[in-house]
């Protein structure tokens, strides 16, 4: 059994983001997939807040996605998801942290705002978002390359990356796709997704209809 056991459930995007860096590093590790609506004895001393990914590697216990992927980063070198220039390093650390302030509360508010004015200001901010990125994010720091940082991918496609696997949710329940101006934005997530370690922890659509079709349902009254 394998020193690394990874705490996770399959539609959990934090957990997407670890799976990926696991596999990208090739890391051996023993997935343990967790039932949050009925946590077994013991997880939440593993992942205090009760939320996953968790990880324990012998005896250190680390929750909290983006700080078990740098904990990663940094025991398990090679092949590196983050600049070595500490200039550089940070910028990548701005955009990671743009994903999670910006563009994920904007998709959540598009998708599951409590009413139609909630949802119409997430789109907004949503599709904001996305031009922003178009510009100021893989416009200047891509310089044509397949990722977001140029030719090598980084911690910075992976904190994008689940979000983007879930357009066709949008697309189904908000009559919403990529517009036609982030042409840099669309080629960038069909490079990513033809990466093996993106693929290796995906989803299919249907997953994600179906899912989102009973969360969503608790609260849209039926036409």
């Known amino acids: 059994m394998s020193s690394l056991q990874l705490y996770y459930t399959k539609g959990s995007t ?7 860096v696991l596999q990208e590093k090739g890391i ?4 343990i997939e967790i039932d949050l609506q009925h946590k077994p004895e013991g997880f939440t001393h593993i992942s205090r807040y009760g939320k996953v990914p968790a990880i324990k590697h012998g005896e250190v216990e680390i ?9 990663l980063e940094e ?14 390093k940070a910028v990548a650390r701005i955009w990671g942290d743009y994903a999670n302030t ?19 200001q997430g789109r ?16 200047k720091l891509s310089g044509n390359g397949p990722y977001w940082l140029g030719e090598n991918f980084s911690l910075v496609d992976i904190s994008f990356y689940p979000w ?14 990529l517009p036609t101006e982030t042409p840099k934005v669309q080629q960038w997530w ?33 036409a």
């Open 75 to 88: 025991v398990f070198p090679e092949p590196a998801l983050l600049p070595h220039d500490p200039a550089e």
């Open 124 to 139: 907004r901010e949503f599709l904001e978002s996305l031009l922003y990125i178009e510009e100021e994010g893989l416009g």
């Open 28 to 31: 051996d590790y023993t997935p």
């Open 63 to 71: 929750y909290e996605s983006a700080i078990i992927n740098e904990y």
């Open 164 to 177: 983007f696997e879930r357009l066709p949710v949008l697309e189904k329940f908000r009559n919403f796709t």
């Open 102 to 120: 910006r563009l994920v509360p904007a998709f959540n508010k598009f998708l599951r705002g409590k009413d139609t004015q909630e949802q119409e």
């Open 14 to 20: 934090f957990s997407q983001r670890t799976r990926a």
């Open 190 to 222: 069909e490079n990513l997704r033809q990466r093996e370690s993106i693929q290796a922890v995906a989803n299919p659509t249907e997953f994600y209809i179906e899912r989102f079709t009973k969360i969503l349902g608790l609260t849209i009254p039926s």
